[in-house]
């Protein structure tokens, strides 16, 4: 019993810790978030506006691909724990420099949900995203124009690589992806839970090697 109450000890004293520097580090957190957006917040006016490189058509499209409940949820996606939100993936590219599963996943969360959501605008986090995944390079690497000047093939296509870089346009694997968001955006099929990022239901994903 001597025993078992010193391991329970430790494992309390270790909680204990492990709430504590989470508690540091989102605390850390809120102090650096204002700086941090304070661009994207400019850019969107306060959040008033979209990101002028989408508008409100394509964002409403990014949205419904990458995030469906972003509007609503407070940067953790509860009715999908699974799914990486637009929040989380901001989270991951600005607040970590070298971001590795695992406990760095309930941190990422944390700061998703007491740091970014209640001190930034949604549409300021849309234009952190499009940073942070560098659409904007994508677009002018593959196509050769800004990411606003895109038609909207053009745009899905480089939308179809934000799970997988390595999806490039003109490849068959982004075709099939473009072909999977047009069914999904047309009403053709539904998603196989909130985490499907992938579209399962629209057709058979290819392997990728991702």
Not at 72 to 101: M, R
Not at 138 to 148: D, I, P, V
Request: aromatic residues 10%.
């Amino acid at each position: 019993m001597r025993k078992f109450g010193w391991a329970l000890g430790l494992a309390s004293f270790g909680l204990a810790v492990f709430i504590s520097y989470e508690i540091y580090e989102v605390v850390t957190a809120r102090g650096a978030t204002r700086a941090l957006f304070a661009r994207y917040e400019q850019e969107t006016e306060n959040g008033a506006t979209p990101p002028a490189a989408l508008g409100p058509e394509r964002s409403a499209v990014l949205i419904k691909v990458q995030d469906p409940n972003f509007w609503s949820h407070h940067g953790v996606d509860l009715e999908a724990p699974l799914a990486t939100t637009v929040t989380q993936s901001i989270v991951k590219k600005l607040y970590f420099d070298d971001f590795k599963a695992g406990f760095a996943k309930i941190e990422q969360s944390l700061i998703a949900y007491f740091a970014v959501t209640p001190l930034t605008s949604k549409n300021a986090q849309l234009a952190a995203f499009l940073d942070v995944n560098d659409f904007e390079g994508r677009a002018q690497k593959w196509f050769g124009k800004s990411l606003e000047a895109l038609d909207d093939q053009e745009f899905l296509a480089v939308l179809a690589t934000n799970n997988s870089p390595k999806i490039a346009p003109g490849t068959p694997e982004n075709a099939d992806r473009v072909a999977r968001i047009q069914k999904f955006l047309a009403g053709g099929c539904e998603r196989r839970g909130l985490a499907d990022v992938w579209l399962d239901a629209c057709g058979e994903r290819q392997a990728t090697g991702s």
